[in-house]
């Protein structure tokens, strides 16, 4: 569909180096908030992190739960200190040439050990996302990068999101369904979206939650969804004279503060442009 965004991705996780980035900290590494902010960008294909397991044992559930392949790098001396960096740039380099429909690799990680990989990897016509902490990453690493990520900032952005912007009651399902759309839609302008077609903002939700059904929230279609959210103020939508789909021109990112008025009503769309997933 028009405006979806079409990135396959890869992850690749220096954990011992995020692990360095908390040390002296009270913080625990998150890896939900990386992956729900990697999401808004396309699909992660595959998932992995290096590190001596043994070590870091309590984050071990956390990462199985969220489909990341534990990749055991055992510490054996000082000589084999870098064990867990050259397994994963080999691993790195082995799907930049094998698996053609990667687009964006992804690396965990602030070392500058790393900038000769994002090079490579940019050489062959991949994009680079790094995220790292912004105590224990390399300025060589984030100039190298087609973009860089710190993730106190992914937490300061989640802090400062807005409340739920509908409150009608406990228990209410269309609120928390409308909720997640508006999750969405913020997230997604975060992103610099210029077009927020309604199946962008679909496809980018069925990533975040791939249980999401808009039955389950009291809807009987997306389109529906999409039209009680703008009588609610929340949004304002307008009709793609070309595909006929419903478009969000504005919407309202503070809680109680209405959307901008649209000059004119849409007019549904004469097709079922959403279909049932």
């Known amino acids: 569909m028009a405006g979806a965004e079409n990135n396959s991705m890869a992850l690749f ?8 980035g908390f040390a002296g900290t009270r913080k ?15 699909k992660i294909l595959v ?11 309590d984050y071990r559930r956390e990462l199985h739960e969220s489909s990341i392949e534990l990749i055991e790098i055992p510490k054996r001396s000082q000589v084999g200190k870098n064990s867990a960096d050259i ?16 687009d964006t690799f992804c690396i965990l990680s602030g070392d500058s050990d790393f900038s000769p990989l994002v090079s490579k ?40 999101a807005p409340h739920p912007v509908v409150t009608t009651g406990a228990g209410d399902k269309k609120a928390e369904g409308l909720q997640i759309v508006m999750d969405t839609i913020v997230a997604l302008k975060r992103e610099n979206k210029e ?14 939650k791939p249980g999401f059904d808009e039955s389950y929230y009291g809807y009987k279609s997306w ?3 999409l039209e009680d959210a703008q009588r609610r103020s929340l949004i304002t939508l307008s009709i793609d004279t070309r595909s006929g789909t419903y478009v969000i021109s504005s919407f309202s990112s503070t809680p109680g503060v209405p959307a901008p008025p649209a000059s004119a009503a849409p007019v549904r769309p004469p097709v079922r442009e959403f279909p049932r997933e």
């Open 28 to 42: 625990r590494f998150e890896i939900e908030k990386v992956l729900d902010r990697l999401l808004t960008k396309g």
């Open 223 to 225: 389109s529906d969804l």
């Open 87 to 102: 397994r994963l740039c080999v691993d790195a380099l082995d799907m930049c040439y094998s698996k053609a429909h990667l």
């Open 195 to 208: 077009v927020l077609w309604a199946s962008l903002i679909k496809d980018t939700i069925k990533r975040r």
């Open 47 to 57: 998932k992995k992190a290096y590190a001596d397991w043994t070590r870091f044992g």
């Open 121 to 160: 990897l940019r050489e062959n016509g991949k994009n680079v996302i790094g995220v790292g902490m912004k105590a224990s990453t390399s300025n060589l690493l984030v100039e190298s990068c087609d973009e860089f990520i710190y993730y106190e900032d992914i937490e300061r952005i989640e802090a400062a």
């Open 13 to 20: 996780v220096d954990f011992e180096n995020l692990a360095l």
